[in-house]
């Protein structure tokens, strides 16, 4: 056994990410978009987007809206490509609208951070998973990322069966009308002071669902959002480095 756990090390490498911070991830990952000053025909471009996250005049992309098709980028390589950059999360929504000529990474604004989560939650973070509609793309990365490779348990942050354990929730999906109560019941019965974190366009925006009848998002409007996760499904070192961001960075 000994020697067949050396074999399987020299063949596949450690499976754990010492440092989530640095990893440089591989294959067709699409992270953070750069859209290049190139004039191009904006209304053909936009009309490409299936969720209407393309803008114009300048060109933008809403990573809140980006269902990570890659049709922008096909069609017009030149003036967009999409980055490896995973660390995309924020608190902040208007900071995932990416507009030409921006190469800034999407951050994390300190100040905004509520007092009471650096007080709190800095070493230790228990959080609530709803799917709220969701098609469990967005729930097996959020699964993934207390496996082995990312680890999360390390940092203190694990997912919990009950609300009234919780320190927030955490939301997948459009929100559908038949989960809005569920999302509200959820969030009412873990104790203040708590957290809302969106993760995945749909949660976000709605995604190819915005604007369906069968969504009541009305939740979202009600409370401050403390931490938007982009992707479609985002990658688990997303969420891993937004939320310890979310809960670590100081105030400047």
């Known amino acids: 056994m000994f020697f067949e756990e050396i074999t399987i090390l ?23 978009p750069e859209i290049s ?13 299936p969720t209407h996250a393309i ?54 604004d300190a100040n905004l951070i509520r007092q009471e989560i650096q007080g709190l939650y800095g070493r230790s973070l228990k959080l609530r998973q709803i799917s709220a509609a969701g098609a ?24 919990l069966a009950s609300p009234r354990h919780c320190d927030g929730i955490v939301i997948t999906g459009p929100v559908s009308e038949n989960m809005a109560e569920a999302v509200q019941v959820c969030y009412d019965a873990v104790p203040d002071p708590k957290l809302i974190i969106l993760v995945g366009t749909d949660a976000i925006s709605g995604g ?29 070192l997303t969420f891993v480095n937004g939320v310890l961001a979310l809960v670590r960075e100081k105030k400047k």
Do not use: W
Request: hydrophobic residues 35%; charged residues 25%.
């Open 37 to 49: 000053t190139l004039e191009v025909d904006e209304d053909a471009l936009a009309a490409l987007c």
């Open 136 to 159: 469990n793309a967005d729930e097996a990365e959020l699964n993934a990322c207390g496996n082995v490779n990312f680890d999360m348990g390390r940092f203190g942050i694990e997912f």
């Open 55 to 108: 803008g114009k005049s300048p060109v933008s992309i809403d990573m809140g809206k980006c269902v990570m098709c890659g049709e922008c980028a096909f069609a017009y390589p030149a003036k967009v490509k999409f980055t490896k950059d995973y660390k995309i999360a924020t608190n902040v929504r208007e900071r995932l609208i990416v507009k030409a000529g921006d190469l800034q990474p999407i951050l994390i």
């Open 208 to 236: 190819i669902h915005a604007g369906s009848g069968a969504l009541d998002r009305k939740f979202l409007e009600k409370y401050p959002i403390d931490l938007y996760v982009p992707g479609n499904p985002p990658h688990p």
């Open 10 to 32: 020299k063949q596949h490498g450690k499976q754990f990410i010492p440092d989530v911070t640095k990893p440089e991830l591989p294959g067709p990952f699409k992270g953070r």
